[in-house]
């Protein structure tokens, strides 16, 4: 694999910086018009549902009864432009929150169809394609197949979704599902929200009742509005990406309509408790403000992850997606192009972290990878990726895939630190 040839100013760093964020600045621009709408939505939530101090003390035991909690939920439904919610430490991960919307919103017997090709790893031993795990889907009696509309470069390409054999999987399918982000797929690009929109829209005119739930994982208030507003029945996610904002030390949420809330809380918790129950031990004042800063830490996020992308294009390394490019979740594929790359790329971000920095990452093998993985993070929650970090398997393109950035000015001064080590190599 030819190394990027290296053809920009970065041996002054600091000009680069500046020349970057003024080539850079309509782009910012747009970014924060988002967060601003965004923020306005959240901060009405907040207004609407007369949030107070009396919220911020849970109740302890069963947890019934808790104020703090039902307006921590109604808050968040009317951010994710859904009907109802549910926002929870207890939720172990992302992947759990996602497995309790499947057994929630699936029976045994019944068919899943996913409109985005494999999905995330995870999430193949929670379906059945991976493990033997009597408690997956496939296992319960879950019917699954998968359909990748994606043209080569890894768009997508609506028509694959009118084939016949494709409108016959639609056809009887009882949930579809749809996942927003690419997660660690190079070959497919991330799905936007008008891109649900119409893909929802199709799939309904073949199959009306199908419930649709999309993971929606690195995706929230990355765009104006959400897949709850155009079509979704759910969205599932995890506290420690976006929506936590940092704050949330644990944790996931579902939005979506009643109906189908009401029943993945019949799968979270008991039939007959539901969301009623679930002692929040002193945690909804944090997923609360998490909430509310949520918006403009992303926005950040989102600005640092377009100021990589500038740069190390500059710098002559393919980048997914491009810095002009239009974004739907906060992640940020760069080709380093060689294992020494990958490891400085790594190592300079782990040594400009905020906790454990004096720790050099080392590659290490990782359930369902074939290729040891680098993993980059200090971070103040363990494995948190709403705060910057990064990962890449070691082998060809050698890619990195960086996300997060609770500042702007981190994501900008490990930029700075990287770059000059990474233009040494060459
Ligand atoms: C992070 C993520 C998940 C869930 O992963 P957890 O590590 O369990 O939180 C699911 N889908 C996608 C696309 C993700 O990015």
């Given at each position: 694999m030819p190394l990027p040839t290296v053809s920009c100013p970065?041996?002054?760093?600091?000009?680069?910086?500046?020349?970057?964020?003024?080539a850079l600045a309509e782009r910012f621009a747009s970014i924060h018009a988002t967060e601003y709408t965004v923020f306005e939505r959240v901060l009405s939530a907040f207004r609407a549902h007369k949030v107070s101090e009396s919220h911020f003390y849970s109740v302890s035991g069963y947890g019934h009864d808790d104020i703090g909690r039902e307006t921590l939920d109604k808050v968040a439904a009317d951010c994710f432009m859904a009907e109802a919610a549910m926002v929870?430490?207890?939720?172990?991960?992302?992947?759990?929150?996602?497995?309790?919307?499947?057994?929630?919103?699936?029976?045994?017997?019944?068919h899943m169809l996913c409109l985005t090709g494999r999905p995330y790893d995870?999430?193949?031993?929670?379906i059945g394609l991976r493990g033997k795990s009597s408690q997956s889907l496939t296992a319960w009696g879950v019917t699954y197949e998968e359909i990748a509309p994606f043209d080569d470069d890894g768009a997508l390409e609506l028509a694959q979704l009118a084939t016949e054999k494709a409108k016959a999987s639609m056809a009887k399918a009882?949930?579809?599902?749809?996942?927003?982000s690419c997660g660690y797929a190079t070959w497919r690009q991330s799905v936007s929200v008008?891109?649900?929109?119409?893909?929802?829209?199709?799939?309904?005119?073949?199959?009306?009742?199908?419930?649709?739930?999309?993971?929606?994982?690195?995706g929230e208030f990355v765009e104006a509005t959400e897949p709850t507003a155009v079509g979704a029945d759910i969205v599932v996610g995890s506290l420690i990406k976006n929506p936590g904002a940092g704050l949330a030390e644990s944790g996931g949420y579902i939005a979506g309509k009643t109906e189908w809330v009401n029943r993945c809380a019949d799968a979270w918790t008991a039939p007959g408790v539901g969301a009623k129950g679930g002692a929040m031990q002193n945690t909804t004042r944090t997923l609360l403000q998490g909430l509310f800063l949520a918006p403009s830490v992303v926005a950040s996020a989102v600005k640092g992850m377009v100021l990589a992308a500038h740069l190390f294009n500059q710098a002559g390394y393919k980048v997914s997606p491009v810095a002009a490019a239009s974004r739907t979740d906060i992640i940020q594929t760069i080709e380093l192009g060689?294992?020494?790359?990958?490891?400085?790329?790594?190592?300079?971000?782990?040594a400009n972290s905020p906790v454990d920095s004096h720790l050099t990452p080392q590659p290490d093998q990782l359930p369902g990878y074939q290729d040891p993985v680098l993993m980059a993070g200090g971070t103040f929650v363990q494995g948190s990726t709403i705060e910057l970090s990064a990962d890449g398997p070691m082998r060809p393109p050698y890619a990195a895939f960086m996300?997060?950035?609770?500042?702007?000015?981190?994501?900008?001064t490990v930029l700075a630190?990287?770059?000059p080590e990474l233009v040494k190599l060459h």
């Amino acid at each position: 694999m030819p190394l990027p040839t290296v053809s920009c100013p970065l041996n002054n760093m600091a000009a680069a910086l500046t020349t970057a964020e003024q080539a850079l600045a309509e782009r910012f621009a747009s970014i924060h018009a988002t967060e601003y709408t965004v923020f306005e939505r959240v901060l009405s939530a907040f207004r609407a549902h007369k949030v107070s101090e009396s919220h911020f003390y849970s109740v302890s035991g069963y947890g019934h009864d808790d104020i703090g909690r039902e307006t921590l939920d109604k808050v968040a439904a009317d951010c994710f432009m859904a009907e109802a919610a549910m926002v929870r430490p207890h939720w172990v991960s992302g992947t759990h929150a996602i497995a309790t919307a499947l057994r929630g919103c699936l029976q045994p017997g019944q068919h899943m169809l996913c409109l985005t090709g494999r999905p995330y790893d995870t999430l193949e031993e929670v379906i059945g394609l991976r493990g033997k795990s009597s408690q997956s889907l496939t296992a319960w009696g879950v019917t699954y197949e998968e359909i990748a509309p994606f043209d080569d470069d890894g768009a997508l390409e609506l028509a694959q979704l009118a084939t016949e054999k494709a409108k016959a999987s639609m056809a009887k399918a009882n949930m579809l599902y749809i996942q927003r982000s690419c997660g660690y797929a190079t070959w497919r690009q991330s799905v936007s929200v008008a891109d649900i929109q119409a893909m929802v829209a199709y799939a309904k005119t073949i199959n009306p009742t199908a419930v649709v739930v999309v993971d929606n994982c690195y995706g929230e208030f990355v765009e104006a509005t959400e897949p709850t507003a155009v079509g979704a029945d759910i969205v599932v996610g995890s506290l420690i990406k976006n929506p936590g904002a940092g704050l949330a030390e644990s944790g996931g949420y579902i939005a979506g309509k009643t109906e189908w809330v009401n029943r993945c809380a019949d799968a979270w918790t008991a039939p007959g408790v539901g969301a009623k129950g679930g002692a929040m031990q002193n945690t909804t004042r944090t997923l609360l403000q998490g909430l509310f800063l949520a918006p403009s830490v992303v926005a950040s996020a989102v600005k640092g992850m377009v100021l990589a992308a500038h740069l190390f294009n500059q710098a002559g390394y393919k980048v997914s997606p491009v810095a002009a490019a239009s974004r739907t979740d906060i992640i940020q594929t760069i080709e380093l192009g060689s294992g020494d790359a990958l490891k400085t790329f790594c190592k300079v971000l782990q040594a400009n972290s905020p906790v454990d920095s004096h720790l050099t990452p080392q590659p290490d093998q990782l359930p369902g990878y074939q290729d040891p993985v680098l993993m980059a993070g200090g971070t103040f929650v363990q494995g948190s990726t709403i705060e910057l970090s990064a990962d890449g398997p070691m082998r060809p393109p050698y890619a990195a895939f960086m996300q997060g950035g609770l500042s702007y000015a981190h994501v900008r001064t490990v930029l700075a630190a990287m770059l000059p080590e990474l233009v040494k190599l060459h």
